[in-house]
């Protein structure tokens, strides 16, 4: 079994900050990537942001500049630093990672069960 555990996410006014964690745990073999994605209400789930083992980062242009990704390969954790943000950022974001459970097993995609992020005044 592998889990995926969001915290961080709550009420924030507009031009705010919040950071989100992501803990994978289980039996993991190795992590590929991790990333944050996000769903608003009537909207299709989007990419916000990856981050690979190497370290390497993909954003989606409506956060760049604003959002960065981060991970702790140690720890299976990776982190989203949140900041100015804007009510249009107001969605349901779930943590997502790619790994293997062993050496001989495929590649597979696991998903967190998501927090609430609300940026309202």
């Known amino acids: 079994q592998v889990q995926l555990v969001e915290s961080g996410g709550g009420l924030v006014q507009p031009g705010g900050s919040l950071r989100l964690s992501c803990v994978a745990s289980g039996v993991i073999f190795r992590i590929n990537t991790m990333g944050w994605f996000r769903q608003a209400p009537g909207k299709e789930r989007e990419l916000v942001a990856t981050?690979?083992?190497?370290?390497?980062?993909y954003y989606a242009d409506s956060v760049k500049g604003r959002f960065t990704i981060s991970g702790d390969n140690a720890k299976n954790t990776v982190y989203l630093q949140m900041n100015s943000l804007k009510p249009e950022d107001t969605a349901v974001f779930y943590c997502n990672a790619v790994l293997r459970r062993a050496v001989v097993d495929r590649v597979a995609v696991y998903w967190g069960q998501g927090t609430q992020v609300t940026v309202s005044s």
């Open positions: 981050i690979s083992s190497g370290g390497s980062t």
